[in-house]
């Protein structure tokens, strides 16, 4: 298993598939996995880099120094681990967050930057009910996964989604519970995601910009890619109706499609 090393911590990190890079940066809490449905289809196209941020997963979880900027110098040491100095950007939530920090301290790495279901943060940032985010939290706190992933449900998937996939998201919870996040972990990123705050230099990106969202997204309000699309210089938006925060698994194929159509429109 490969593993690039960032700030004193190492950093897991995959390859998957050939041609023009692109870096997947993965939410809160979240790991290589949370792409399952995404990276297959892309790497069919692109050299796909995805990886464990600090704080989950396979990465190290050290007990200080999380910061907006080290997830930025992480994602660098991941691409020039994997032997390249830029890249398209696909990143959602949290990972979306990580992206726009990355897009504006480090713009020559930034091919075309794809934003899925995230925010501006700060003062900018639109906040769900105050129910939505203790449910959220309190999930992490359910020991048996298949009762922490069905808490979440109302949250993360439309109906129709959750009736059709349930006993494959809960057999999936259940193989990737030894990958779950550690309290540690998520305070660790949590203050990165407190110090977050960029709408007022998004005008300055120049890159192609794509941003998404399910319109019914439970954790990340719809309004919040709205402020970010308006922001960014030309960038394009889409939103998927009935679809909540994990639009990129609900959505998978109409989104890959998407993200591939965006990342390869220069070559038509």
Same mark, same amino acid.
């Given at each position: !298993? &490969?593993?690039?090393?960032? +700030?004193?911590?190492?950093?897991?990190?995959?390859?998957?598939?050939?041609?023009? &890079?692109? %870096? !997947?940066?993965?939410?809160?809490?979240?790991?290589?996995?949370?792409?399952?449905?995404?990276?297959?289809?892309?790497?069919?196209?692109?050299?796909?880099?995805?990886?464990?941020?600090?704080?989950?997963?396979?990465?190290? =979880?050290?007990?200080?120094?999380?910061? !907006?900027?080290?997830?930025?110098?992480?994602?660098?040491?991941?691409?020039?681990?994997?032997?390249?100095?830029?890249?398209?950007?696909?990143?959602?939530?949290?990972?979306?967050?990580?992206?726009?920090?990355?897009?504006?301290?480090? &713009?020559?790495?930034?091919?075309? %930057?794809?934003?899925?279901?995230?925010?501006?943060?700060? $003062?900018?940032?639109?906040? &769900?009910?105050?129910?939505?985010?203790?449910?959220?939290?309190?999930?992490?706190? =359910?020991?048996?996964?298949?009762?922490?992933?069905?808490?979440?449900?109302?949250?993360?998937?439309?109906?129709?989604?959750?009736?059709?996939?349930?006993?494959?998201?809960?057999?999936?919870?259940?193989?990737?519970?030894?990958?779950?996040? $550690?309290?540690?972990?998520?305070?660790?990123?949590?203050?990165?995601?407190?110090?977050?705050?960029?709408?007022?230099?998004?005008?300055?990106?120049? !890159?192609?910009?794509?941003?998404?969202?399910?319109?019914?997204?439970?954790?990340?309000?719809?309004? +919040?890619?709205?402020? =970010?699309?308006?922001?960014?210089? +030309?960038?394009?938006?889409? =939103?998927?109706?009935?679809?909540?925060?994990?639009?990129?698994?609900?959505?998978?194929?109409?989104?890959?499609?998407?993200?591939?159509?965006?990342?390869?429109?220069?070559?038509?």
């Amino acid at each position: !298993m &490969p593993y690039a090393s960032a +700030n004193g911590a190492r950093l897991y990190y995959e390859v998957h598939g050939a041609g023009q &890079p692109l %870096l !997947m940066i993965p939410g809160f809490g979240s790991t290589t996995l949370v792409y399952f449905a995404n990276v297959g289809p892309l790497a069919e196209r692109f050299k796909v880099v995805v990886f464990d941020p600090r704080g989950s997963g396979r990465s190290d =979880i050290p007990a200080t120094g999380y910061s !907006m900027p080290g997830f930025v110098d992480d994602c660098v040491a991941i691409l020039q681990a994997a032997g390249e100095e830029s890249a398209h950007v696909v990143a959602a939530s949290f990972g979306g967050m990580v992206a726009q920090n990355f897009a504006l301290t480090y &713009p020559d790495r930034t091919r075309r %930057l794809v934003l899925i279901c995230t925010t501006p943060g700060g $003062t900018h940032h639109i906040a &769900p009910p105050a129910e939505n985010m203790a449910l959220f939290m309190a999930a992490s706190d =359910i020991a048996d996964p298949a009762a922490a992933v069905r808490s979440t449900y109302p949250l993360h998937y439309s109906d129709a989604y959750i009736a059709a996939h349930d006993a494959e998201i809960v057999e999936r919870s259940l193989a990737n519970a030894h990958l779950r996040s $550690t309290a540690e972990g998520r305070a660790g990123q949590l203050e990165a995601v407190m110090q977050h705050d960029t709408l007022d230099r998004l005008p300055a990106l120049a !890159m192609p910009a794509l941003v998404l969202h399910g319109d019914c997204d439970g954790v990340v309000p719809v309004d +919040n890619s709205r402020k =970010i699309a308006a922001a960014i210089p +030309n960038a394009k938006l889409k =939103i998927y109706a009935g679809a909540k925060h994990i639009c990129f698994t609900e959505c998978a194929d109409e989104m890959n499609r998407d993200i591939i159509e965006f990342l390869t429109e220069n070559e038509r």
